[in-house]
């Protein structure tokens, strides 16, 4: 039997083992959350896809994160794994910061704190204005 979770809005979800390797997938439920002008935790987004948080999970996961940003650079948007978040600090994790992602778009400070929280903050509402109304 296929592992079930909560997703966004507590919607219980079936578990697909190709959905954590589905960019297009995962690209329109944070397009979703970029419309409700919201970050989502690695665990609520593992929840859409059916699955409980485990780190081998969340490591598939940011591998299509990446993925993801790709698409969304061709298609001239700004990237939207800034969106996903631990819920601890709602921060995003260490992967987004050392694959190059903030580097690019001009930071080069801590990963943690106020400056790297404002940083986060900016750049999501970047993604929150791109998406309203589209």
């Given at each position: ?11 219980v ?31 609520e987004l ?52 050392v ?12 990963w ?18 791109y998406?309203?109304?589209?």
């Open positions: 039997m296929a592992a079930k979770d909560e997703g966004l809005g507590g919607a979800a079936a578990a697909d083992a190709k959905a954590l390797g589905d960019a297009p997938r995962i690209r329109a439920i944070l397009i979703e959350a970029a419309r409700a002008e919201r970050s989502i935790s690695y665990s593992l929840g859409e896809l059916g699955f409980r948080f485990t780190r081998p999970k969340m490591r598939a996961l940011c591998k299509t994160l990446a993925e993801v940003d790709r698409l969304c650079a061709l298609d001239g948007e700004p990237d939207l794994a800034v969106l996903v978040v631990r819920e601890s600090d709602r921060l995003p994790g260490q992967g987004w910061w694959g190059g992602t903030a580097l690019l778009l001009g930071y080069d400070g801590p943690q704190g106020a400056a790297a929280a404002r940083f986060v903050r900016e750049q999501q509402q970047a993604v929150f204005d998406w309203k109304g589209r």
